[in-house]
């Protein structure tokens, strides 16, 4: 099955910007989909096919994809952001989801 | 507005059955995907399957297949995730959503149903 690797965790200082990775073979050529959980809330979308953003969703927060590894970028980072993010894609040669472990990020 | 309900909270024993829900509305049901997504106390999201209400077109991850049961009945707009025996194992909270193709993102969730299996 298509593995995902995410970071445990990222720190960032109010005001500065927060890169989270997910890796995946050959990530590149998928598309990658990001969400946002809250502690006692649903998953949230944030990010999808790599780099678009639903309505409502601040432009603070973009994404990227190419070659192994996929990035979600928060800038100017907010105590609001702090939660954990979880990258996602379909895998079609295993006719399923994978998600990464999660990353939880800290606004210091 | 699209929306996604689930049934309300279980508390069962270990050998007992259990049939959880998720109602949608506000968008045509039969025409969208439903997943089930698993998470255990303190842990990660895991993609358990997913149903096609339209023609009842079921996949399993390999780690659910043959512990759950998912399925549909578009009439009434619900699907449901079930089991047979529950075990301790299976406490955790199960969310629902929607997605409109395999690729695609899921757009709405549904609020959860935490079900705790307990002697």
């Known amino acids: 099955s298509y593995v995902l690797t995410q970071p445990p965790s990222v720190s960032v200082a109010p005001g500065k910007t927060a890169r989270i990775s997910c890796g995946g073979n050959n990530i590149g050529s998928k598309s990658v989909h990001w969400y946002q959980q809250k502690p006692g809330q649903a998953p949230v979308l944030v990010i999808y096919h790599d780099s678009d953003r639903p309505s409502g969703i601040p432009e603070r927060f973009s994404g990227s994809d190419a070659g192994n590894t996929a990035t979600l970028t928060i800038s100017r980072v907010e105590a609001g952001d702090e939660a954990d993010y979880y990258c996602?894609?379909?895998?079609?040669?295993?006719?399923?989801?994978?998600f990464g472990g999660g990353t939880k990020l800290t606004v210091l | 507005e699209e929306q996604l309900v689930q049934s309300g909270a279980e508390v069962k024993k270990p050998g007992e059955s259990l049939k959880i829900s998720c109602k949608g509305s506000g968008y045509s049901f039969a025409n969208y995907w439903i997943v089930w997504v698993r998470q255990m106390p303190g842990k990660g999201l895991e993609w358990m399957g997913i149903i096609y209400p339209g023609d009842s077109d079921t996949k399993y991850s390999p780690s659910f297949r043959g512990q759950v049961t998912i399925s549909a009945d578009k009439s009434i707009s619900t699907a449901y995730l079930q089991w047979s025996s529950l075990r301790a194992s299976d406490t955790a909270m199960y969310f629902c959503?929607?997605?409109?193709?395999?690729?695609?993102?899921?757009?709405?969730w549904g609020q959860g149903t935490l079900v705790t299996v307990s002697s």
């Open positions: 996602q894609v379909w895998d079609s040669s295993s006719d399923h989801v994978a």
């Open positions: 959503a929607r997605q409109q193709e395999l690729m695609e993102p899921n757009d709405y």
